[in-house]
Every structure is written in structure tokens, then in C-alpha cells.
């Protein structure tokens, strides 16, 4: 059974920086690419960053130069570093991995940018 538990979120004034993580279990980790999604209300959840198995990265244009998205093999956990926080970043923070042509997803983290 494939499982995502997301830990980390909160709140944070303007500027400020919040690290997530999100530790898989029962996917063969090293080998998938895992993606962080954001969603706020009544807009579409978007996708935010992501990571390969060879350690590749790719950022939304809104995001590049400001988060940071790595992995820990070792811990089956990856993790999105923010800096540089903004208002506009409060969301619902998803991580998510395809397995065997499914789509799971961690439980969310509320982020909050206060100005």
C-alpha cells in the first residue's frame, strides 16, 4: 500500500523560509519521480516542483531561484526547501507520485505567508 505522510508547513511572515518533507512508503522510491503540487481555493492545484530518480529538477516559473526540491534515498523522503516566502505561496502543499499508473498523494500542508 502506498502511503505519502507530509510533514512540516505552518506559518511564516513575508521573506521567511519553511522546509516540507514527505516520506513514501510501500513505492519503490529510488526509482520514482516525486512532485510537489499546491492548491488554494478555487484555483487549479498546480504543480510547484519536482524531482527525478537520477536527481533532475524542475520548478514552476513562480517558484525557480526560491525552492529547493531534493530526496533522501536513504529515508524514502523528499523534501521542498522554500526561501524567500511570499504572500502569494499560502496553499495547501501536496506531495505526489505516480505507482503502477496511480496517482497518490500526501495528506497537504497548509503553508500561510503572512505580509
Known amino acids: 500500500q502506498v502511503r505519502l505522510v507530509q510533514s512540516g508547513g505552518g506559518l511564516v511572515q513575508a521573506g521567511g523560509s519553511l522546509r516540507l518533507s514527505c516520506q513514501a512508503s510501500?513505492?519503490?522510491?529510488?526509482?520514482?519521480?516525486m512532485n510537489w503540487y499546491r492548491q488554494v481555493p478555487m484555483k487549479q492545484r498546480e504543480l510547484v516542483a519536482n524531482?527525478?530518480?537520477?536527481?533532475?529538477?524542475n520548478y514552476a516559473n513562480s517558484v525557480k531561484s526560491r525552492f529547493t526540491v531534493s530526496r533522501d534515498n536513504a529515508r524514502n523522503t523528499v523534501y521542498l526547501q522554500m526561501a524567500s516566502l511570499d504572500p502569494e505561496d499560502t496553499a495547501v502543499y501536496y506531495c505526489?507520485?505516480?505507482?503502477?499508473?496511480?496517482?497518490?498523494w500526501g495528506q497537504g500542508t497548509q503553508v500561510t505567508v503572512s505580509s
Open positions: 505526489q507520485v505516480i505507482s503502477r499508473t496511480r496517482d497518490f
Open positions: 510501500g513505492v519503490p522510491f529510488k526509482f520514482a519521480t
Open positions: 524531482i527525478t530518480s537520477s536527481g533532475s529538477t
